[in-house]
């Protein structure tokens, strides 16, 4: 026999647990008890709009009660507003509801994300352009591998597998021995700074002075000193120095080896503790490659304390937002020490699509390619005629301006969709600031440079007239 009530039993939509109960042994109608608990769910915001209703058969065996019933319920529902129905579709509440019934909440109407498209302006800013590996076949192959992989047990470090890959890579492409359990995956190098600034770092941060701001932006609330290893009285107080060593503000030059030792030499004199950013290192196409601080410290027994923090972002996308570090000793266990507190610093699926795209060679060939865009970078600039102001040293072309032309320059090439960088940014305060542009000019294929720097060279010959 057909159960007489349904009270106290919840059908599930959406997730939610409805209370819905009708009893036989009321002289209402099985149909009106039904619409009745409906509108009640609905001004009590239990039931919003566009929420889905769960469909007549399967509430019909929920309740015990003939499909006609619910039927005739949700056909009166639909004639006074409060439900609606398509072909091939759920029935819903109506998504037009007035918000002013009683107790109704209007779901938040959250805009669908477009698809991405080509960027449809020129990025020259250092750190920031290159081509789209999302839409790079080896990279989403690798992306597409890795959702039908167990990642197996969750390593707040990172997952083994991404962890060799990383040290196979450097061992490849630079030349770097590294062991695998020395290094703690982050989501971008300014998280691995923080983890560092987190577990228990004291004193002030000196930085360069110039030097690049990427991780200037993740010390907003620290102490810092300009970095001057000749001048040591301007040591006092500090705990850590951050230093780009293989691509020294605004130039993109490496610091040459002997500077490097007398570095090594400062820091474990004054125990402080070396942050090596090694942003950019891979642009290094058309010279010699350096030993990092974190090679020269162990080749040559340095005891200073060097942290060598690496991202990917530059050379794939800030938006994969990927890093890792690379320490030992006392150091190393602090950080560790945190990262397993904090868990992992980004998706265990990501790590091993990083993983799979590192082991099939695609960020080698992804560098090889930016080679070969370099050298056509540089021809480019060689042909395009006297660029005043222009200071071309190393991976980057600087203009040096005053302030008040880098500030209309910056202003005049965004409003025509080409991004640069400033110059000043480079600076932590003093009266010695430079101004002016900083321009990665291989961020771009040859024909969109072309175009850009004769629009830049416009610009600066109206400024000078």
């Known amino acids: ?73 949700y056909a009166q529902l639909g004639v006074e507003g409060f439900l609606v129905s398509a072909e091939r579709s759920a029935t819903r509440i109506n998504p037009e509801l007035p918000a002013t019934a009683r107790g109704l909440r209007a779901r938040p109407q959250v805009p669908a994300s477009p ?109 810092l000193v300009p970095l001057d290893i000749v001048d040591e009285s301007g040591a006092a107080g500090v705990g850590a120095a951050v230093v780009t060593p293989n691509h020294q503000f605004p130039h993109g030059t490496p610091m040459p080896v002997d500077h490097r030792v007398r570095l090594l030499e400062w820091a474990a004199r004054k125990d402080v503790i070396l942050v090596e950013d090694d942003y950019d290192s891979e642009a290094r196409f058309t010279r010699t490659v350096l030993p990092t601080l974190y090679e020269l410290a162990s080749s040559t027994g340095s005891s200073a304390q060097v942290v060598h923090i690496g991202t990917f972002s530059a050379l794939l996308t800030s938006a994969v937002s990927t890093g890792y570090l690379i320490t030992h000793g006392e150091t190393s266990a602090r950080l560790m020490q945190m990262r397993t507190a904090l868990g992992p610093a980004f998706s265990p699926i990501l790590q091993m699509a990083i993983g799979s795209y590192l082991g099939s060679g695609g960020l080698r060939r992804r560098i090889a390619r930016g080679r070969r865009r370099l050298k056509a970078a540089e021809d480019v600039v060689a042909a395009a005629g006297p660029i005043p102001g222009l200071v071309h040293e190393g991976r980057t072309l600087v203009i040096e301006t005053s302030q008040s032309e880098a500030e209309n320059l910056l202003r005049e090439l965004a409003d025509r969709g080409i991004l640069v960088a400033s110059l000043a940014r480079g600076w932590t305060g003093g009266e010695q600031i430079r101004h002016g542009l900083v321009i990665a000019h291989s961020n771009v294929e040859a024909p969109v440079l072309r175009r850009a720097l004769a629009t830049l060279q416009t610009l600066l010959s109206r400024i000078q007239t």
């Open 115 to 223: 698809r991405r498209r080509l960027r449809n302006y020129v990025d020259l800013r250092p750190g920031f352009g290159g081509d789209d590996p999302l839409r790079e076949p080896a990279f989403r192959r690798a992306w597409r591998e890795s959702l039908d992989l167990d990642p197996g047990p969750i390593d707040p470090l990172g997952q083994p597998g991404a962890r060799w890959a990383i040290a196979d890579y450097l061992r490849l492409a630079r030349g770097m021995a590294v062991d695998p359990d020395e290094i703690i995956l982050t989501s971008g190098s300014r998280d691995g700074l923080r983890l560092l600034l987190s577990s228990g770092l004291d004193g002030a941060i000196a930085v360069e002075n110039p030097g690049f701001p990427g991780l200037r932006q993740a010390m907003t609330d620290q102490r």
């Open 1 to 73: 026999m057909e159960p007489t009530t349904g009270r106290g039993r919840d059908i599930q939509t959406d997730g939610v647990a409805l209370p819905l109960t009708v009893d036989r042994q009321l002289p209402t109608p099985l149909p009106d008890q039904l619409t009745q608990g409906l509108r009640r769910l609905i001004a009590e915001g239990s039931l919003l709009p566009g929420d889905a209703v769960p469909s007549s058969r399967r509430l019909a065996v929920h309740l015990g009660i003939s499909r006609g019933s619910v039927e005739s319920a």
